[in-house]
């Protein structure tokens, strides 16, 4: 059950129209074009526990410099390691691969993965396939550090617990200006 207040705040003054409520999520008041931009946190009266990160869906960017005369290498690799990360872990929602530029030396690759929960997000590192990957990856094939970009309604103390368990990479937590995490 909502409050009349937060009911009140969530409806544009102007033309009255009201927006459904999740449990908890950040939510910027642009979308009523003539309403207020400030950034608001919302949640129902029963709160939920936003310090449960166990089953709350998170999101990765993983880019990777690859040689240019790698770039066969590369795709082949990805396209291995895409199934064997389907059959071996089902905590994985979204295993998706790009390349998002190429230049004479380099191409820029991105992995986008998405896990149903932060559990989903350990296996994933601990895979013995994506441990073999990632060494097969340091072997003449990437010619850059791997940068991971994580987006999680983590507060900064889990994220710190984060970097601390993850090395050789560059680890950055996606500065987010409006977000929602559906918990699972």
């Known amino acids: 059950m909502v409050n009349s207040a937060l009911e009140e705040e969530n409806s544009c003054r102007k033309c009255g129209t009201r927006r459904g409520l999740t449990r908890q999520f950040y939510w910027t008041k642009r979308p009523f074009a003539h309403g207020p931009t400030e950034r608001t946190k919302m949640t129902e009266q029963t709160n939920s526990n936003s310090e449960n990160q166990q089953t709350t869906i998170l999101v990765l960017e993983a880019f990777e410099r690859v040689h240019k005369a790698r770039m066969a290498d590369y795709e082949r690799m ?37 896990f149903d929960s932060e559990q989903a ?64």
């Open 78 to 114: 990805g396209s291995v390691i895409d199934d064997q990360v389907k059959d071996t872990e089902p905590g994985m929602l979204v295993h998706a691969l790009t390349k998002i530029s190429e230049s004479d030396e380099e191409a820029l690759y991105r992995w986008l993965e998405v």
């Open 121 to 184: 997000f350990e296996k994933h590192l601990s895979n013995p396939h994506v441990i073999k990957h990632v060494g097969a990856m340091n072997e003449g094939v990437l010619c850059g550090e791997t940068e991971l970009v994580i987006y999680s309604d983590w507060t900064e103390d889990r994220k710190n617990e984060w970097r601390a368990k993850i090395s050789g990479v560059k680890l950055t937590f996606a500065p987010m200006l409006t977000s929602y995490f559906l918990k699972r």
